[in-house]
């Protein structure tokens, strides 16, 4: 081989050499998946604070208020009484039926005609037919505390008596009875026929409401 060619073929050699060396591996002309600098590479946590947390626990409801001892509902339902209010007239029915004629004596009586219990308290107020004034409260009634409670279809009497025929009184056919509510509720008065009921200026009284007809009559 002459000079000429060997140079040659030395040259063409460093060539295919060079090229080689700076050229793409075949892994990166391909597209490959070479190790990436540590500069570009996310970093863990970053990726973590990222991406919304699936295991957090989510914010507690407000608990309902429940009734303690101390508050207002607790303390009125637990009292049977707290809705029990003093009878009035639209309340019940009354009737007066003749007990004892030597001294005019009549049994009064009410009944519960509503759906909820009543106070009857102290003594009935009663007026006989077109005379001025009252009944003269006979006896001592209990405290309200102590009332009866008249319930639904219940019956509460008093005794009433004119008083015996002294000539200082007069005769009439029929009262009126309304109830002590120890307030100023306007009351329709509830009428009963009585009739030759002698009315003493002096002697007439009324008892207070008993839960039985023996004890109103003996009082």
Not at 33 to 62: F, L, R
Not at 80 to 89: A, E, K, L, N, R
Not at 139 to 144: C, N, T, Y
Request: charged share 15%.
């Amino acid at each position: 081989m002459s000079t000429v060619r060997r140079t040659a073929v030395a040259l063409a050699a460093l060539s295919a050499l060079a090229l080689t060396a700076c050229g793409p591996t075949g892994d990166d002309a391909a597209g490959g998946t070479g190790t990436p600098s540590a500069g570009a590479t996310p970093s863990a946590s970053a990726s973590g604070s990222a991406a919304p947390s699936t295991s957090a626990t989510p914010p507690a409801k407000p608990a309902k208020p429940s009734k303690s001892a101390g508050s207002p509902g607790a303390s009125a339902s637990a009292d049977p009484d707290f809705d029990v209010f003093p009878c009035s007239t639209y309340d019940v029915t009354f009737t007066a039926s003749l007990a004892e004629p030597t001294t005019s004596s009549y049994l009064l009586k009410i009944t519960n005609k509503g759906k909820k219990a009543c106070r009857v308290l102290g003594h009935p107020v009663v007026t006989f037919g077109g005379l001025d004034g009252q009944a003269t409260e006979r006896g001592k009634a209990p405290g309200i505390e102590d009332a009866i409670r008249l319930e639904p279809g219940k019956s509460a009497y008093a005794g009433l008596m004119g008083g015996a025929a002294d000539g200082t009184g007069k005769t009439v056919d029929s009262i009126a009875m309304t109830m002590n509510t120890e307030s100023d509720l306007a009351q329709t008065p509830l009428k009963a026929a009585t009739p030759g009921l002698y009315v003493s200026s002096t002697k007439n009284s009324v008892t207070p409401w008993v839960d039985n007809a023996e004890d109103a009559l003996s009082l």
